[in-house]
């Protein structure tokens, strides 16, 4: 089963909860997305750390053959 936009951004702002977060359904078959994260918390971190932290507050959804989250494109980056 496919994931919506809002379940994804849950997902994200339970761990980054002051993250500015843009969700884009990159096909529009809700299998295919693209997650802006920008948070504080990423000051200091390399690219690789960033995109580990977010993809640890997705629990599992993106796990193997049968998860519920397919596809994501993911951009993190601290505030300007």
Known sequence: MAMEA????ALIRASF???K?????LAGDGNHWAAEVVDESFRG?????????????????MDGAHGE??????TTKAPE
Request: aromatic residues 2%.
């Open 17 to 19: 909860p002051q993250a």
């Open 45 to 61: 971190m390399n690219r690789v750390q960033q995109q580990r932290a977010v993809y640890a507050s997705l629990k599992g959804k």
């Open 21 to 25: 977060i843009t969700i884009t359904d």
């Open 6 to 9: 809002h379940d994804i951004e």
């Open 69 to 74: 989250l397919h596809a994501l494109a993911l």
